[in-house]
């Protein structure tokens, strides 16, 4: 069977869980997430691997390139990417790519972009299934009146990271 090697790291933050398969980066998430055993479960068996805490190259180099993003030294991100999910929730994680840096994006616009108005609730749940925060910015996504709302890493991490992305408004920085 296939192997996932996992790495934790603790970043400022919080800590989070780092996953490779083949190469590619398959995981990137909040370790104490709410739906952490149904994403690792899914990943798992969509690769038919199984997971292991074992040092992987590309480790490293996720590591960088996410200290990089909180120094203010990297906007984008130059790692495999591995999607493991659904049609649909591939189509909103892909869409989630195109949103810039230091942008935000409410949770009706990007259903209007995927052309499923009415499915709001679903692209939101897909949002929420990302496995690959930060490197796919799922944080970007707020409410239609502004307010930051669902983060798998919790509104406080969701805020540092739009905090440093300068995508805040002044409406929003006294949240917390």
């Known amino acids: 069977m296939s192997k996932i090697y996992i790495k934790y790291y603790k970043f400022a933050v919080g800590d989070v869980i780092i996953g490779i398969y083949e190469n590619q980066l398959c995981l990137l998430d909040w370790q ?21 805490v074992e040092d992987h190259q590309l480790h490293h180099k996720v590591i960088v390139q996410i ?3 909180f ?11 591995l999607l ?21 994006i409410s949770y009706l616009s990007l259903s209007r972009k ?22 796919i910015p799922c944080h970007r996504v707020i409410g239609s009146n502004g307010d930051l709302i669902g983060y798998a890493g919790g509104l406080l991490a969701k805020k540092k990271l739009l905090q ?7 409406n929003q920085l006294g949240l917390f």
């Open 114 to 135: 995927l052309y499923k108005e009415k499915a709001i609730r679903a692209v939101a749940n897909a949002n929420g299934a990302n496995a690959l925060s930060i490197v």
């Open 67 to 69: 200290q990089e993003y």
């Open 32 to 52: 104490y997430r709410k739906q952490r055993e149904a994403i690792d479960h899914r990943i798992a068996n969509d690769l038919n691997a199984i997971y292991t």
């Open 164 to 170: 440093i992305e300068g995508a805040l408004q002044s």
């Open 84 to 104: 493991t999910g659904t049609t649909f929730q591939k189509a909103v994680w892909n869409e989630l790519l195109k949103i810039p840096y230091g942008q935000t």
């Open 71 to 81: 120094n203010k030294k990297r906007n984008e991100f130059d790692i495999p990417l």
